[in-house]
């Protein structure tokens, strides 16, 4: 099956717009559960926060995650080493797997780690 380019072009732009609304929907959720826990620590305490003073205090958590969200102002900065391009996918992944499947595994006393 072949593609014509209007075709890929339609797809990328449908992927971007996509990609887009992710990084709305997580900005959004993460300002979201930070405005619910100051608001929980406010009742606990007896004020009130009005609707104004939530959208105040999500306002700059949402444009820290827009400014900072982005891979690659992640690996600019020491937080990862690179990101991996889809053409790259495959043979990173190998490598992973085979580094996991020759390596052994040391008994831990530890649970488990989330990120």
């Known amino acids: 099956m072949t593609r014509t380019k209007s075709a890929l072009t339609a ?8 990609a ?7 900005d959004e959720q993460a300002a979201s559960v930070l405005a619910t826990i100051r ?3 406010l009742e606990a305490e007896g ?16 444009a820290k995650y827009q400014a900072e969200g ?7 900065r020491p937080w990862d080493d690179d990101f991996v391009t889809p053409q790259q996918t495959r043979r990173v992944l190998s490598l992973a797997f085979s580094a996991t499947l020759n390596a ?6 530890f649970g488990v780690f989330r990120m």
Do not use: Q
């Open 11 to 18: 797809n990328s732009g449908e992927r971007e717009a996509n």
């Open 39 to 41: 608001c929980d620590a």
């Open 104 to 109: 052994g595994v040391e008994p831990t006393r």
């Open 20 to 26: 887009a609304e992710w990084r709305r929907l997580v």
């Open 47 to 62: 004020r009130e926060w009005l609707k104004a003073d939530e959208e105040a205090f999500k306002a700059p958590i949402r």
């Open 70 to 76: 982005s891979p690659c102002f992640a690996t600019a």
